[in-house]
T-cell receptor, first 117, second 116 residues
Framework: SQTIHQWPATLVQPVGSPLSLECTVEGTSNPNLYWYRQAAGRGLQLLFYSVGIGQISSEVPQNLSASRPQDRQFILSSKKLLLSDSGFYLC????????????????FGEGSRLTVL | AQSVAQPEDQVNVAEGNPLTVKCTYSVSGNPYLFWYVQYPNRGLQFLLKYITGDNLVKGSYGFEAEFNKSQTSFHLKKPSALVSDSALYFCAVRLPFYNQGGKLIFGQGTELSVKP
């Protein structure tokens, strides 16, 4: 069966410090991968998505970046955190487009809570 | 533009009563609709989806949803609510793969509170 792991689960960082959140998926190949941010416990905003290794699409301009160095690894980074980067970050995967004619559900990790002080 | 609306920020229900969490959508083309549930400080759990076929879709934990094309709605329902159903519920529409990688667009969420 497929599983998705995110770490760290919680993180407290000072303003201006770097960030690295990691997400890995097991039990599948060539997944679509997504990073979402949830602010104030409600709305979910898509930050990045990737349909393959090294292929990253950004949804909103910000000081965050994403990378996909391996097929099932998705990393969210920042060189210098801002206060506004605080939030709950969720990684998700779905079956890739080559193996699915109709889009199915996304599967989410347990999230990483980032507090920037 | 593709969008999803959840008109109620909060829904309060007594345990044992039926519950409905409302969702309306606006999409061009075929709608691929989903419901997710989120417990505090947890990730989202998939409940059910409508892709095609029967308008009444059954999902996890006794939940079901009815797709209504004429009203562009996809309301989540359960015949008898449990206290453990208390959580944040999200309706979502998924774009086709050729459109922005098949991303999910979420509603703002509805907080369901079930009282004993």
């Amino acid at each position: 069966s497929q599983t998705i792991h995110q770490w760290p689960a919680t993180l407290v960082q000072p303003v201006g410090s770097p960030l690295s959140l990691e997400c890995t998926v097991e039990g599948t190949s060539n997944p679509n991968l997504y990073w979402y941010r949830q602010a104030a416990g409600r709305g979910l905003q898509l930050l990045f998505y990737s349909v393959g290794i090294g292929q990253i699409s950004s949804e909103v301009p910000q000081n965050l970046s994403a990378s996909r160095p391996q097929d099932r690894q998705f990393i969210l980074s920042s060189k210098k955190l801002l206060l506004s980067d605080s939030g709950f970050y969720l990684c998700a995967w779905s079956v890739g487009p080559l193996r699915a004619g109709i889009p199915g559900e996304l599967f989410f990790g347990e999230g990483s809570r980032l507090t920037v002080l | 533009a593709q969008s999803v609306a959840q008109p109620e920020d909060q829904v309060n229900v007594a345990e044992g009563n039926p519950l409905t969490v409302k969702c309306t959508y606006s999409v061009s083309g075929n709608p691929y609709l989903f419901w997710y549930v989120q417990y505090p400080n947890r990730g989202l759990q998939f409940l059910l989806k409508y892709i095609t076929g029967d308008n009444l879709v059954k999902g996890s934990y006794g939940f079901e949803a009815e797709f209504n094309k004429s009203q562009t709605s996809f309301h989540l329902k359960k015949p008898s609510a449990l206290v453990s159903d208390s959580a944040l519920y999200f309706c979502a529409v998924r774009l086709p793969f050729y459109n922005q990688g098949g991303k999910l667009i979420f509603g703002q969420g509805t907080e369901l509170s079930v009282k004993p």
